[in-house]
Nanobody, 129 residues
Framework: QVHLVESGGGSVQAGGSLRLSCVAS???????????MAWFRQAPGKKREGVAR????????DYADSVTGRFTIHQDSAKNTVYLQMNSLKPEDDGMYYC???????????????????WGQGTQVTVSS
């Protein structure tokens, strides 16, 4: 069983930065179990949307168009941790941010919630204008 714990959310003014962390536990070999790690976000009344993903084995990444150039996803395999560095934050970045893990090699696109087996509890990000 994979367990994901997010942290790092908070309140920030537009133009500011935050770094979110997601610590994964419950398995021994990070690079050989997790196919994709991703960050999603969900604003009140809206669907959960994919923000960024990383292949732990190679470090390859993908981003939603809305965050490209502002957000960076990266990992520390030694700590079983995935980070989301968020710069130049905008009010539309507001929402609950979730970490997700796909340990089954699903064929769903990375930005679809159906791909992921495991989810964290979320961390709130609030951006004021």
């Amino acid at each position: 069983q994979v367990h994901l714990v997010e942290s790092g959310g908070g309140s920030v003014q537009a133009g500011g930065s935050l770094r979110l962390s997601c610590v994964a536990s419950g398995y021994t070999y990070w690079d050989y179990v997790s196919n994709t790690m991703a960050w999603f976000r969900q604003a009140p009344g809206k669907k959960r949307e994919g923000v960024a993903r990383i292949y732990p084995r190679t470090g390859a990444t993908d981003y939603a168009d809305s965050v490209t150039g502002r957000f960076t996803i990266h990992q520390d395999s030694a700590k079983n941790t995935v980070y989301l560095q968020m710069n130049s934050l905008k009010p539309e970045d507001d929402g609950m941010y979730y970490c997700a893990a796909d340990a089954s090699g699903s064929n769903w696109p990375w930005y679809r919630v159906e791909r992921y087996n495991y989810w964290g509890q979320g961390t709130q990000v609030t951006v004021s204008s």
